[in-house]
């Protein structure tokens, strides 16, 4: 199966958790709405394309209808944290607030981003705006510009069994895999947390939708030995992916 394969390196970027108020925390990996985001910035198009209707050709599907999307970490070489104060001014109150806020980040995060389309002329049309994207391409916050260092069509294969899996975003809750194997890697636990798969935008605000369990696995690989829907390997790298 062909898919486009980007490869991405951003200076600082973050992906904050949902309900995160002061401290905000963040995934090691992109959501999969933040990578519909993404791919629709390259494209220019706004969230009612991407999630509702998108006039292309002869065909007003949205785009989310007519791509899957999968992400690896290929490396992340450092974390801060950022400190700054928010000032508010309460009129009720007749006192102005002033609330800190930290925030964490990723440095010099680089990671695969991999798409599959409906049709081959669908797949190089994209390719070709990631290359020459009509918005500027983020992955987090609108001010943390990603650099694209390279889009390719690969050729990925049948996943080799039993799939090895790390650094990946993954639609299920991985606790839930009974034949399973831990092998090297930290001891950091894996992330699963309940997310949409798309947005529904009414009066141009967002509303989560097909909320369900994705698992942030980057503490340490694992082998699956049961077949995984949409999995696929990438003999390039020699790594399995899993379409979202």
């Known amino acids: ?54 006039q292309w050709v002869d065909n007003s599907e949205p785009l989310f209808n007519r791509i899957n999307v999968a992400v690896l970490i290929d490396d992340i070489e450092g974390r801060i944290k950022e400190t700054w104060t ?31 389309a409906e049709s ?18 983020s992955l987090g ?19 080799k069994s039993p799939i090895m899996l790390y650094g990946i975003l993954l639609p299920f809750n991985i606790a839930k895999v009974d034949s399973k194997t831990v092998l090297e890697g930290t001891l950091k636990p894996h992330l699963t947390q309940k997310l949409p798969h798309r947005f529904e935008i009414i009066d141009k605000t967002r509303e989560p939708k097909d909320v369900e369990e994705f698992t942030f696995l980057t503490g340490y690989k694992i082998i699956i030995e049961e077949p995984i829907k949409d999995a696929y390997y990438d003999p390039e790298d020699g790594r399995n992916v899993v379409f979202l």
């Open 86 to 116: 928010t000032i508010k001014n309460v009129p009720a109150h007749k006192r102005i607030v002033s609330t800190p806020i930290v925030r964490e980040q990723l440095f010099r995060a680089r990671y695969f981003i991999y798409v599959r």
């Open 141 to 159: 916050r609108d001010d943390e510009l990603v650099r694209v260092k390279s889009v390719n069509i690969v050729s990925l294969t049948d996943p």
């Open 1 to 54: 199966m062909d898919a486009i394969k980007i490869k991405t390196i951003s200076a600082f970027t973050s992906f904050k958790w949902q309900k995160d108020q002061r401290y905000h925390r963040t995934y090691e990996l992109p959501p999969k709405t933040t990578l519909f985001g993404f791919i629709g910035s390259a494209l220019g198009l706004k969230e009612e394309e991407i999630y509702h209707r998108w």
């Open 120 to 137: 081959n002329s669908l797949l190089n049309y994209i390719k070709n705006k990631v290359e020459t994207p009509i918005f500027p391409l």
